[in-house]
């Protein structure tokens, strides 16, 4: 009671891939709001998981959104959704839990049942050609997954914050725009540009971060040239 929950859904780029725990964003963002109003108390958890798709942050989100029962939601994945697997993530998930469901039961935690879900979870092993590859989430998917998650948020009274960090292909974004269009209420916000701005000033956060984010900008701005 009395506490205002964001709770952060995203790949890598949440989880805070190349910087102390304390430097990601979502630990940042607890901290500045807590700073901008000091008798309120803001709670940021971060349900970043590096590698994770879209798909995978819907799972996420079904077995938390509820438990947390957060006041806004910010969501960003993207990244990792493009990339080509022998099975998307939606048939995996399937996989997974139609034989989870099977054998949890009788070998619950079992040093077997461990392997076979790693087996599972690989990419199809050897043998697998190029072109029998797949999207580990499709365009289509992709909007229904963010779609989704965002109305799990909506239901539980939290506001939408829809995060574009799509830095090495537009994979997302158009589906992103589209989703923000439906529903004005939803925020977007670009990183690319975010990070464009904040590297025009990159002398001044070296100064205010510690060097553990020197790396990760550093790593933006190379990303940033690129694209």
Known sequence: PGVYRVVALGDSCTFGFGVDQGDS???QLENELNRLCPVCTFEVINLGVAGYSSRQGLEMARQWLKRLSPQAVIMSYGTNDSGPRSRSDA???E???SLGAKVRGRFGGSALFRGIDRLLAGQGGPGVKPS?????VSVENYRKNIDEIAEMAVTEGAKVILLD???FLPYGTESLKQ???R???YGLLDTIELLAEAL???DKIEKRFPDSTKMALYYHQKIIARW
């Not at 029998?132 to 580990?136: A, D, G, I, K, T």
């Open 179 to 181: 989703i923000a269009a």
């Open 25 to 27: 964003y979502p630990q």
């Open 200 to 202: 025009q000033n990159q």
């Open 95 to 97: 996989i997974l839990q």
């Open 183 to 185: 529903h004005p209420d």
């Open 91 to 93: 048939d995996e998930i």
């Open 165 to 167: 960090t799509n830095f």
């Open 132 to 136: 029998q590859m797949v999207r580990r």
